[in-house]
């Protein structure tokens, strides 16, 4: 079956600009999670939803940073006016919720945001 | 102290060795330990998970877990130039999802 896919793939903004990336999880899937690649370091933890309650935003960095799940199926991932550190992978994950499952988080490829 | 500490490499090792990937966590609550492996350009992929301590083996690769040390490694037996890429280790503390990483080690395997 599909995986999780991001779009866009690639995505230059200039700074200041607003941005939207989109997730779309695997099907079935509960809980979503996105997370923020800089080069050359882990993921780090953004926000998490099961279905469409945002259970967990801790990881977002600033109050410019938005996400929601208003279905419970795909995720929008939104950073307004945009600043250079901003730049990075942003990766979307989504697993099955449920004890002893929820480990298995499957990653879409990423969005690569770089801003000039 | 970052809670996964972990070797980012670069590793350079010939081709059919044996690798040994290491991580470092200072969280003792209950938790899953992961290794994921990212391609270039790709996003991170499962490769095996464990909660407990000891070795759990899939093909080629074994995951261990050492609670009493808070260390955690994954072996890769007779490596392949396909097994090149950046190993992540993760782990996860039970019944709260969100997933900690390390930096990743940036492994080559020479042809």
């Known amino acids: 079956g599909a995986g999780v896919s991001q779009s866009p793939r690639y995505k230059v903004a200039k700074r200041g600009q607003d941005v939207a990336l989109r997730c779309d999880p695997i099907s079935g899937h509960v809980s979503l999670f996105w997370y923020q690649q800089a080069l050359g370091q882990g993921p780090e933890f953004l926000t998490y939803f099961q279905n469409e309650a945002q259970l967990d935003k801790s990881g977002l960095p600033s109050d410019r940073f938005f996400a929601e799940r208003p279905e419970g199926s795909v995720s929008t991932l939104k950073i307004q006016r945009t600043q250079q550190e901003d730049s990075a992978v942003y990766l979307c994950?989504?697993?099955?919720?449920?004890?002893?499952?929820?480990?298995?988080?499957?990653f879409g490829p990423g969005t690569r945001l770089t801003v000039t | 102290q970052k809670e996964v500490e972990q070797d980012p490499g670069p590793l350079s090792v010939p081709e059919g060795a044996i690798v040994s990937l290491n991580c470092t966590y200072s969280?003792?609550?209950?938790?899953?330990f992961m290794w994921y492996r990212q391609y270039s350009r790709k996003g991170p992929e499962l490769l095996m998970y464990?909660?407990?301590?000891g070795n759990k083996e899939d093909g080629r690769f074994t995951a261990q877990v050492d609670k009493s040390s808070k260390y955690i490694s994954l072996f890769i037996r007779d490596s392949q130039p396909s097994d090149s890429a950046t190993y992540l280790c993760a782990r996860a503390n039970f019944g709260n999802e969100k997933l900690t990483f390390g930096t990743g080690t940036r492994l080559t395997i020479i042809p």
């Open positions: 994950a989504s697993s099955l919720a449920g004890r002893g499952t929820s480990y298995e988080q499957y």
């Open positions: 464990t909660y407990s301590s």
């Open positions: 969280n003792s609550a209950f938790q899953y």
